[in-house]
């Protein structure tokens, strides 16, 4: 595709619940990133992949976070018994790799609110 | 840990009015620094990626700045549709996360 796709662009849900979201990178795009974002702050680091594996998961919060990426393109960030402190924006990023330049491209996130 | 610290926290300019915002960061080895630009609602734009102490990038009426220490982003004459949260973010040697500073919202009255 043309950009970073994330879908649902919104998503509200009750505290305990568990949700998914949805990212589809840049086509070509090997390495994939997940930041969130809360209000008035910048994003924070979550958890990338080179291809099919979970390079770094050093920024996931607690376990109830996970990710995956399958096939190596389209990731999915699962988050189980959501709490109200999971609200933010959730941003996805593809670069075409890891190293050299490496810059990332961002789709337009989805905002999670937990209620 | 890397750190970055933007300055100011917001900004308000007239139409035409230059100034340069600032982005003090601290890291183990710099690999890169990018500058990204985000409208309310949606996610960061790349800008510019600078690599080394005195390069200059420039970009319609934006020019980004480094130094061993910290870059500026100076924005001359600017219109309305240069308003936005502007984000500073650092990439060092050994991983491939972004280390974002908290932003500088710009507004640029007509």
Redesign the interface.
Known sequence: GAG?SQTPSNKVTEKGKYVELRCDPISGHT?L?W?RQSL??????LI?F?GTGA??DS?LPNDRFFAVRPEGSVSTLKIQRTERGDSAVY?C?SSLG?GG?????????TRLSVL | EDQ?TQSPEALRLQEGESSSLNCSYTVSGL??L?W?RQDP??????LF?LYSAGEEKEKERLKATLTKKESFLHITAPKPEDSATY?C?V?SFG?????????TRLTIIP
């Open positions: 970073v390495a990133y930041y008035g702050q910048g994003p924070e680091f990338y080179q390079a770094d920024g941003l990023a890891i330049q490496n810059i990332q491209y961002f789709g337009a996130g | 970055v690999r890169g990018f990204y609602g949606k996610g960061p734009e790349f990626t984000l973010a990439l991983n491939e996360k972004l280390t974002f500073g908290t932003g």
